[in-house]
Every structure is written in structure tokens, then in C-alpha cells.
């Protein structure tokens, strides 16, 4: 019989508490970090070192060892749904290699997502704060995530990428340092300012204010995180114009982009450079209120999501009712909706959007 074809191999560790061994395995034995998702609540990582990989899933064990290779389906035609029992106890799951992220139907629905204070955060990858933004993720198809740095300083981050279709960072308040493959030397994001992460570009969080925080949006809610242990950022190249995935990289500077009026001049926006940089398929601007008003709306896309940056408004959405917001709530408004915003006289909002 010839060798199969196997892209890669690692042993499931079945891991009652994924934390607790995630931990044991990186810091008292060593092993680094191939691949950790999804980062608001880890369940999935791999590591490797000392000959070993192992890939930790949270669960209980039922079998004494089990080996996941990736591979073609066709090479182990005596494969079940997958797996194969070997000699012993072992098993053996077989997954196809993807290059493109898995991406679900998803769901319309109406969210509302409230503040709620220290209560409302927990640890995520690399000892960040998270706070779900979009409970339900729509059906696993968008993720929402308002994160926190507490403590200044330098950040224990790796360089990393992300299998996903979208993904963008705003800066809410203070500031990271950040570098990017091919986009020259480390810059500063400002509260105020976004970058569009394109699909797998290399890129790693070096550097933070106390407090710093961010809002990350991305396409599929569950995606991974992979490690690059073989690039060295900032690289020798600068390369503004190189495509990742179809699509470019973009920083957005908050203070050098001029608000535009809207209308008879009452709501002013900003443009990200968003859609431009993803070809359409998304939008982001900042828009507020210069003295208070009624912003109408009507969503017919795939996805609309608003978070509050400052001030108030209160939403009238129609048969989803009428609803009061205020700084760090979050809506999500599902297709076919018209819907206004009755603005306070301070009032500040990301909105993003799919199509852009």
C-alpha cells in the first residue's frame, strides 16, 4: 500500500480545562503556539514543541489517543464519516485541507447588547478582555468583540494571522502599537483610528496604553488564529499596494480625514477607506451629530452593526421597537429594516455595514 498524502498530523488532547492545560503546556513545558481560536474563548489551540504537536480540544476524553490529519478523504477509502479505528483503542480523524474560511448561511436577527460593566468582560487570547458583542453570532457567520488591554506596556502577542472573509479593528480608546507584513515599520492606532486586516495578512499588537480599547469585527465568527514563527516583522519589503485575499491593507487616521456633511448638515461622517480596500464588500464610517437630530436608515444588506463611541440615541427600528442607547451599547439590525436614530445633542457611532 503507498504512503498517503498527509498535509499535517497532531494528537488530540481532549481537555476538561482548556485554560489550565493551554497553560501547563506553554509555560511550565515549553511548547509554543501554532494556531488558538476562537480568541474572545479559546477551545481549540495547537502547539508544538520537543517533537510533539499536540492540538487541545476542550472535552471530555472517551478514547485513549486520538490522531487528526489533514489530508484528501480519498486517501483513507476506509475511512467511517472520517474516522478510522485503529489497533488498541487508537483513533484516527481524517479533515479535508481548506484554503478559504468556512463560511455559515447565518441568520437576520434584531440584537440589542447592553454595557454592563466590569461584569460583562472575559479573558481571551493573550490575556485580553473581551465582551461578545453579538451573542448568537448570527448564526456563526459575524463576530463582534469589544476588547480591553487593562495594563500598559509591552503585549505578550506572536506574529499571528486570521483565516477569515472580513476583519477590521477601530480604536475606541487609547492607543496600540502595531506592525504589518509588507506595510513598513510599526505605527501607532489612536482612539479614533481602524485598520482593515485583508485576509492572512501577517501582522502582531507589540505595544499598548493602559486601558487601550479596541472593537474587532470579522467574517466567520469562528475562525482561526494562526502563528508565524518564520517571519520577522516589520519584513525588508514595503509593499502598499500587495494584495491579501483580494483585498489591501488600510489604516484609517482619524485626524486626517476631514468630517463630511450629511444632508442639510446636522450629522457628519467619516469614511475608513473600507470599502475601497475590500472591493465593495464592506463599509465602515464614524458618524455623529452636530447638534442633535433624526438619522433615517434603511438596511437591506447582509449585515448592519452600530456601536456607540459617545452620547445617546434612541432607536426607533419599527416592529423591534424603540429602544435607548448609550456609549458601548451595540445594535444589529436585520435585513429589510427602515429605522431612525433620534440623536442626543452628543452623539458618536461606528457603523458598519455589508455590502459597503
Not at 486570521?162 to 492607543?175: L, P
Not at 492606532?189 to 507589540?206: K, T
Not at 468630517?259 to 457628519?268: I, L, Q, R
Not at 459617545?310 to 426607533?316: N, R, W
Request: net charge negative; aromatic share 8%.
Amino acid at each position: 500500500m503507498s504512503r498517503p498524502n498527509i498535509a499535517s498530523a497532531q494528537v488530540v488532547v481532549a481537555c476538561e480545562d482548556f485554560d489550565a492545560t493551554f497553560a501547563f503546556l506553554t509555560e511550565r513545558l515549553g511548547f509554543r503556539v501554532d494556531a488558538i481560536f476562537p480568541a474572545d474563548a479559546p477551545t481549540v489551540a495547537n502547539v508544538s514543541g520537543h517533537g510533539l504537536v499536540l492540538r487541545l480540544e476542550t472535552a471530555e476524553q472517551s478514547w485513549p489517543v486520538t490522531v487528526r490529519i489533514t489530508a484528501n478523504p480519498t486517501e483513507f477509502p476506509e475511512a467511517k464519516n472520517g474516522k478510522i479505528a485503529g489497533p488498541g483503542g487508537l483513533r484516527v480523524v481524517i479533515v479535508p485541507e481548506r484554503s478559504e474560511p468556512v463560511i455559515p448561511e447565518g441568520e437576520q436577527k434584531f440584537i440589542v447588547t447592553r454595557f454592563e460593566g466590569e461584569d460583562g468582560w472575559g479573558v481571551g487570547r493573550a490575556g485580553m478582555l473581551y465582551r461578545d458583542l453579538i451573542p448568537g453570532r448570527l448564526g456563526g457567520r459575524f463576530i463582534a468583540s469589544h476588547i480591553r488591554i487593562p495594563e500598559g506596556g509591552p503585549v505578550p502577542d506572536y506574529v499571528h494571522f486570521h483565516k477569515v472573509r472580513f476583519q477590521m479593528i477601530f480604536c475606541k480608546t487609547g492607543w496600540a502599537r502595531l506592525v504589518y507584513e509588507d506595510q513598513g515599520e510599526p505605527f501607532i492606532l489612536n482612539a479614533g483610528d481602524c485598520v482593515l486586516q485583508p485576509p492572512e495578512i501577517r501582522h502582531r499588537v507589540l505595544e499598548a496604553s493602559a486601558g487601550l480599547e479596541v472593537i474587532e469585527i470579522g467574517c466567520p465568527a469562528i475562525h482561526e488564529t494562526l502563528a508565524d514563527h518564520e517571519l520577522t516583522l516589520p519584513t525588508d519589503d514595503f509593499r502598499p499596494d500587495r494584495q491579501f485575499g483580494g483585498q489591501w491593507f488600510v489604516r484609517f487616521v482619524a485626524d486626517e480625514t476631514p468630517w463630511m456633511p450629511v444632508g442639510d448638515g446636522a450629522t457628519e461622517y467619516r469614511e475608513t477607506g473600507i470599502r475601497e480596500g475590500t472591493v465593495g464588500l464592506a463599509g465602515a464610517r464614524v458618524i455623529r451629530s452636530v447638534e442633535g437630530g433624526v438619522i433615517a436608515r434603511r438596511h437591506d444588506g447582509e449585515f448592519y452593526f452600530l456601536f456607540l463611541l459617545k452620547g445617546s440615541a434612541v432607536l426607533d427600528a419599527g416592529q423591534h421597537g424603540r429602544h435607548e442607547l448609550v456609549e458601548n451599547d451595540t445594535v444589529v439590525i436585520p435585513s429589510g429594516t427602515v429605522f431612525t436614530l433620534e440623536t442626543g445633542t452628543v452623539f458618536e457611532a461606528l457603523e458598519v455595514t455589508l455590502p459597503g
